[in-house]
């Protein structure tokens, strides 16, 4: 939609206390008394800098483009700073501002017609606008979070504005589904990390994770494989045995393809075909596996190549055991696995023993007759 | 570096050139056909009758109807505005095994027992080729360790598809056709060691490199089972590292029962120095327009040399040259071949500069081939890796063979530069884009040069310097690097149109419907 002057409007999010823990060994900023904290260590704020700098990737559309944005810290001074033209809504405490002010922020900015969200902040950014936009809109983050466990960020702040001017330009149009994940910071403050899936975000899809350009592909990027993986996955389902599917976009598609809808967070139970329990905790899991053959059809979940253990923990170290490994079965696209770099994938059920049988190779599913041996650690 | 380097200033010629079919005047003809002499059209009526009625046209085709001198000036003028081996330094077009073609082996081609060869020709008048064929065949044999091969596939991909028909012949033929489904791959292997196996019908199974950069041996024993029909791979890989224990991968692909192909459409990092017989392989290919120089990098002609050992031999497509001792000739009549992957001879002018180059170099001299290749590849490796945005990313530190895949991404991270406005850049200093990487890219921001023996010392420090110039210029003024290139045929051109197929032009008449379309 053109603005008052015929622009095209972008909102921007500043989480101005974003970051503010990480140089200081905070491990996050949910929560004032931690803010207070942050700055009593001398932190500084990081994430108006760093939108700046996603900006700057997009100084070359300044005479087309209209930035929405709240007042103060949480965006105006960088839009103002970075000469482009700027609107601005709502109204905050400056100095105090809450995941509230966030939250309210991405619902203004949606109803007055912006067609891609900017943020600058982390994951806990990430989920108070997931809470308030859901996949509605096109949304990008600007990494300046402390956790980053959420894979809907550019890698650096200037790829994360160069991504922004290509959707913009339309030289990009795709989204993909991009996990937003938190770890409760009180429990990794004690060394415990325990993340859950909060949802997704439609992200612009970075070129060249949908397909290498010039590597002569034409495979239809993401969407084909996660196609390919489905019919993969379901053409081998036998019959009176229990797929106990757990959460995210990859493993939705194999009940796409079932024409069943699950739930996107939880473990879904089918039989022959058909959803026996949905969002199943691990006592129905549990029951379930014991009563009859059952195969566990998991995908990795978000940057850090976790199977168990983050935002699947119903899939207990119980139910793992009585499956057992050989029954377990693992799809990814080939970009999520090539993004860990050679990294393992990690098994963090709580039970070492446990872990410890998981470990070893796994054939991923990553395709139709598609096969890739990969490591798993704990 | 042993002189001054001095960048060229590469100017293109631009002619706007518009498409052939918008020179179309109508009426207009490049050449009169003249009218068959009276015996002939007695004897074999109009050339139309020859047509049987059901598959002749009933509109003509929509030609472009252009002049001689028009159609002359046309395609000079293309030439003129196209870079090549003949005028510029296609060093960056690693993977293809970019070589000088020598011209006597093009002035053998355009001989009339060649060129005017006809495929129908009876068998005693084609002798000559045909023995060349078979010569070639033993040279094939004599480098690679296999017994038997295959001149038929016209491409490295044609050669590796009929290596996988032939892995699924051979079970069959064990009756373990339906059990063995999979196929072992690594995925530095060329995307072919994959993709023709998938097209075969099997299930692909890759395996991903180890902390040094080797592909990984404990992921090949989790991947081995009564299932596996073959390992498909590439040695040395993308990376330029040859797998020191590739004996050793074959042997238990062996024990588990499957075959051993080896893809080497690049021989040039072993030429005359390791077979694929010594490692174990059952079966190997060599793009023959590749390594043993025929010109190529338009899509062709190409072929892609199959060699076999005895036991697969009976599996080979047809025709298969054989001889007698008195006689050459094509043998059709083989009950378990996989049957016709073409027609006729094959493309075989590229035997024929291969039969040409082997002997002009002789034993020693497709040894020093390989030499010069790889100590080539290394010289350029001192010299990039010299270059502060450039880096290798898999098991650095270790020596390469004949090309290594490099990486921009510090480059990248520092100035937001990429290795795509690189290969765009690069050519205003007057050498060709270089190639980045296969399907699929997994190093980023990835660059694969290839220096083969051809070259210079000089035209390979030139390369560096234009890459190091760059870097350099990224650092300054990454604009002038991200809008090239600046001096070019033509600008930088959206290539969203690669994503998005609705905007994609293969043929003129979707260029016609996208352009009225607006």
């Known amino acids: ?378 | 570096m042993s002189r001054e380097i001095k960048l060229r200033k590469y100017h293109a010629q631009v002619w706007d050139e518009p498409l052939l079919m918008d020179l179309s005047v109508e009426g207009q003809r490049g050449l009169l056909v003249p009218r068959a002499e009276e015996e002939i059209r007695a004897r074999y009526g109009s050339a139309q009758d020859l047509v049987p009625a059901s598959m002749r046209r009933r509109r003509p085709p929509d030609l472009p109807e252009v002049a001689q001198p028009q159609v002359v000036r046309h395609y000079t003028r293309l030439s003129q505005m196209t870079m090549g081996n003949d005028v510029s330094n296609d060093i960056g077009v690693g993977t293809c095994t970019m070589k000088y073609s020598p011209k006597v082996n093009e002035q053998l081609c355009s001989l009339p027992q060649m060129a005017d060869l006809h495929p129908l020709q009876d068998e005693s008048t084609v002798q000559g080729i045909l023995e060349i064929l078979y010569r070639t065949r033993d040279f094939i044999r004599e480098i690679s360790g296999m017994d038997e091969v295959s001149f038929q596939p016209s491409s490295g991909g044609q050669a590796v598809l009929a290596a996988a028909s032939i892995v699924r012949a051979y079970h069959k033929a064990r009756g373990e056709g339906k059990k063995r489904n999979q196929v072992i791959t690594t995925i530095f292997s060329h995307p072919v060691d994959a993709a023709c196996p998938a097209t075969a019908g099997f299930e692909v199974v890759t395996l991903m490199p180890d902390a040094n950069g080797y592909p990984d041996i404990e992921a090949l024993k989790a991947a081995l089972s009564d299932r596996t029909a073959a390992l498909f791979v590439t040695n040395p890989e993308d990376t330029g590292l040859y797998n020191p224990r590739i004996d050793e991968f074959v042997r238990l692909v062996h024990e588990a029962g499957g075959l051993c192909f080896t893809d080497q459409a690049n021989a040039n990092g072993v030429l005359g120095k390791a077979r694929a017989a010594e490692a174990g392989f059952d079966m190997c290919h060599f793009n023959l327009h590749k390594t043993f120089s025929s010109p190529h990098g338009g899509m062709g002609p190409g072929c892609g040399a199959l060699a076999v050992r005895e036991p697969l031999a009976k599996f080979l497509p047809v025709p298969v040259v054989a001889f007698d001792g008195k006689k050459y000739r094509l043998d059709y009549k083989r009950p378990h071949s996989i049957g016709k992957v073409r027609d006729f001879y094959g493309n075989v002018q590229v035997v024929l500069r291969t039969y040409a180059w082997i002997m002009s170099l002789g034993a020693k001299g497709l040894e020093t081939v390989a030499e010069t290749a790889v100590l080539n590849n290394n010289y350029l490796e001192k010299l990039l890796t010299a270059i502060p945005g450039v880096s290798i990313s898999y098991g650095p530190g270790r020596v390469r063979l004949d090309q290594i895949r490099y990486s921009w991404e510090k480059l990248t991270a520092e100035t937001g530069v990429t290795s795509e406005d690189i290969e765009r850049r690069m050519t205003d200093f007057g050498i060709q884009a270089y190639w980045t990487s296969h399907h699929p890219q997994i190093i980023p921001e990835p660059f694969t040069p290839e220096p083969t023996e051809s070259y210079s010392k000089d035209d390979i420090e030139y390369w560096a310097a234009v890459m190091r110039e760059i870097d350099r210029e990224a650092r300054q003024d990454p604009d002038r690097v991200k809008s090239a290139p600046h001096n070019g045929v033509t600008g930088k051109i959206d290539e969203s149109a690669m994503l998005f197929h609705e905007k994609c032009m293969f043929t003129y008449k979707k260029y016609k419907r996208i352009k009225q379309a607006g």
């Open chain 1, 1 to 378: 939609m053109a603005g008052a002057a015929g622009r095209r409007r972008i909102g921007l999010i500043v989480n101005p206390i974003a970051g503010m823990g990480g140089r200081v060994g905070l491990k996050g900023t949910d929560g004032l008394d931690i803010v207070a904290r942050a700055v009593a260590k001398g932190a500084r704020p990081e994430a108006g800098r760093r939108a700046a700098e996603a900006l700057g990737s997009l100084a070359g559309l300044k005479d087309r483009i209209e930035v929405l944005t709240y007042p103060d810290e949480m965006g105006e001074h960088v839009v103002r700073a970075a000469g482009f033209a700027c609107s601005v809504l709502g109204s905050i405490r400056s100095g105090q501002t809450t995941p509230e002010d966030t939250r309210r922020a991405a619902q203004d900015l949606e109803a007055a017609g912006v067609e891609l969200l900017l943020f600058s902040g982390g994951d806990g950014t990430a989920r108070d606008i997931c809470a308030a936009v859901g996949d509605r809109l096109p949304v990008l983050g600007i990494p300046a979070g402390v956790k980053m466990h959420s894979a809907v960020f550019g890698i650096s702040p200037r790829r994360a504005g160069e991504l922004a001017a290509l959707y913009l330009e339309g030289k990009i149009r795709g989204t993909r589904e991009a996990e937003v994940m938190d770890i409760d910071e009180e429990a990794f403050r004690h060394e415990r990390v325990c993340a859950k899936l909060y949802g997704y975000l439609r992200v612009p899809a970075e070129p060249r994770l949908v397909q290498g350009v010039k590597a002569g592909g034409g495979g239809g990027g993401e969407a084909s494989a996660l196609r390919g993986i489905a019919l993969d996955v379901t053409s081998r389902m036998e019959p009176g045995v229990a797929y106990l599917i757990g959460p995210g976009t990859t493993t939705r598609e194999i009940l796409h393809v079932l024409g069943l809808s699950g739930t996107l967070l939880g473990v879904d139970v089918v039989v022959d075909r058909r959803i026996e329990a949905a969002d199943a905790d691990e006592r129905v899991l549990l029951e379930t596996v014991e009563r009859m053959p059952a195969r566990i059809v998991v995908s990795v979940i978000g940057g850090q190549g976790y199977l168990f253990g983050r935002g699947n923990q119903q899939l207990s170290p119980r139910v793992l055991a009585q499956v057992g490994k050989e029954n377990v079965i693992v799809t990814a696209t080939p970009g999520k696995i090539f993004s860990l770099r050679g990294q393992p994938l990690l098994v963090d059920t709580g039970d070492p023993d446990v872990d410890r049988m998981l470990t070893g190779y796994v054939q991923i599913v990553t395709g139709l007759k598609e096969r890739l041996v990969y490591p798993v650690a704990c």
